[in-house]
């Protein structure tokens, strides 16, 4: 793959003969076109596209908390791509033929700000949960601004919820509302803390599984 600036014809995009012009990470790049190959696909291979397809699946619909949350962009590796190697590699378990995620093992956020404390999670009224933890502001960089973000999960429908402020960390609890056909049905919820400007989070913690009343 080679950058160019203007070339003589100026950028492009799209296949013109054996080269494809294109605009990766905001530079202006061309690459030949992939050789056909007749190698035939490894079952190791479709177990691998498998897993990839579930994790890209599962992240999706919390992309604006892993994009915001996980880690930090290069100029290689964007949050999203650390995200999907991190859950590609250490939070899917196989299950007969397929896989399943390894919901304990999942983050959605990974940083060096102080997390959750003695995080619990109980049923709340109305299809809500409630959610308390120990107030660590002042512990290293956490403030008591900080925001409680929470992700919640229901694995039948494969939906995903999320708040990026349901609490502060010094009021040690917070109730967040979900949809009413979510009651009756189990969801798996994770939070973390972000500061106000988003610019320092924690490592998420994983709050365990609730059936949802």
């Given at each position: 793959m080679g950058t160019y600036n203007k070339g003589i014809l100026g950028a492009f995009s799209g296949k013109i003969g054996p080269v494809v012009g294109a605009n990766w990470r905001g530079k202006e790049v061309m690459r030949s076109l992939p050789r056909k190959g007749n190698r035939l696909v490894t079952a190791n291979q479709l177990l691998q596209r498998e897993k990839f397809k579930m994790v890209a699946s599962f992240l999706k619909p919390i992309n604006p908390v892993i994009k915001?949350?996980?880690g930090s962009n290069n100029?290689?590796?964007t949050k999203r791509n650390r995200a999907?190697?991190?859950l590609i590699k250490q939070a899917t378990?196989?299950?007969?033929t397929g896989f399943e995620m390894d919901y304990p093992k999942v983050l959605i956020s990974k940083g060096a700000l102080l997390g959750v404390e003695n995080?619990?999670?109980q049923a709340g009224p109305l299809h809500s949960l409630d959610i308390s933890w120990t107030d660590n502001s002042g512990q290293g960089e956490a403030l008591a601004t900080d925001k409680l973000v929470v992700v919640v999960y229901e694995p039948t429908s494969e939906t995903s919820l999320f708040s990026l402020h349901a609490g502060n960390r010094n009021s040690g609890a917070a109730a967040v509302g979900l949809p009413a056909y979510f009651s009756g049905l189990t969801v798996q919820v994770w939070a973390t803390f972000a500061s106000v400007d988003d610019k320092r989070y924690a490592t998420s913690s994983y709050l365990g599984t609730l059936l949802i009343s």
């Open positions: 915001l949350y996980f100029e290689i590796y999907m190697s991190y378990v196989a299950v007969g995080g619990t999670l």
